[in-house]
């Protein structure tokens, strides 16, 4: 079965400090690939994606994510996180591009001072 | 430039009682609509989508139903909650023929 993971659960990282948050999926073709993030009590939102092309992606906020075909893998990373950036960030996967996403579980990011 | 309204925000309904929940979008045409709920400390799970009036697609088999009376809102029903309905249900949107989804605010809902 098609499967999107999320390894980490929760991460706390300091401010000023990078971070890295890992996505790995199953399957055989490149699907695409999303990353959100949730506030506390909000929906989510689009901080970047992955369709074809450079395998290094721009989003939002400061944010880029690299997939790696070999790895199944689409970490995304930021390098100087902000008091800002805590929040739930999921990971997502279209497998056939009809428009249905598959999400990871998540992973909680606590910043500290 | 495109938004995406639900309400209530909020909503305690007793077990047993109805539900609607209601998604509507603004500055599209015929956009694919979606349904998602997300469970206490677990990710989001597709419950139904729609790419027209009419056309409603279920994921998974459940307590709720879904429903497209017009190009731009989507409702979410029950006819008798379960305690298990509890959760956080987000609409979400995306252009015809397009992959990248939107998300509503969320609705919030306790089942007691």
């Known amino acids: 079965a098609q499967s999107v993971t999320q390894p980490d659960i929760h991460i706390t990282v300091s401010e000023g400090a990078s971070l890295e948050l890992r996505c790995n999926y199953s399957?055989?073709?490149?699907?695409?690939l999303f990353w959100y993030v949730q506030s506390p009590g909000q929906g989510l939102q689009l901080l970047l994606k992955?369709?074809?092309?450079?395998?290094l992606v721009q989003g939002i906020k400061g944010f880029e994510a690299e997939f790696k075909r070999s790895q199944s893998s689409f970490n995304l990373r930021k390098p100087s996180v902000h008091w800002s950036d805590a929040a739930e960030y999921f990971c997502?996967?279209?497998?056939?591009?009809?428009?249905?996403?598959?999400f990871g579980a998540g992973t909680q990011v606590v910043v500290t001072p | 430039s495109q938004t995406i309204h639900q309400w209530p925000a909020t909503l305690v309904q007793p077990v047993g009682s109805p539900l609607s929940l209601e998604c509507t979008v603004e500055?599209?045409?015929?956009?694919?609509l979606y349904w998602y709920r997300q469970a206490a400390g677990r990710g989001l799970q597709l419950l139904f989508y729609?790419?027209?009036?009419?056309?409603i697609s279920s994921e998974v088999p459940q307590n709720l139903s879904a429903s497209r009376p017009q190009d731009r809102q989507f409702i979410l029903s029950s006819k008798k909650l379960l305690l298990s309905d509890s959760g956080f249900y987000l609409c979400?949107?995306?252009?015809?023929?397009?992959?990248?989804?939107?998300f509503g605010p969320g609705t919030r809902l306790l089942v007691l």
């Open positions: 729609s790419v027209g009036i009419g056309q």
């Open positions: 997502a996967v279209d497998w056939s591009s009809w428009g249905k996403l598959q």
């Open positions: 979400a949107w995306s252009g015809a023929g397009e992959e990248t989804q939107y």
């Open positions: 399957y055989g073709a490149t699907p695409y």
């Open positions: 992955y369709f074809s092309g450079d395998t």
């Open positions: 500055g599209t045409s015929n956009p694919n």
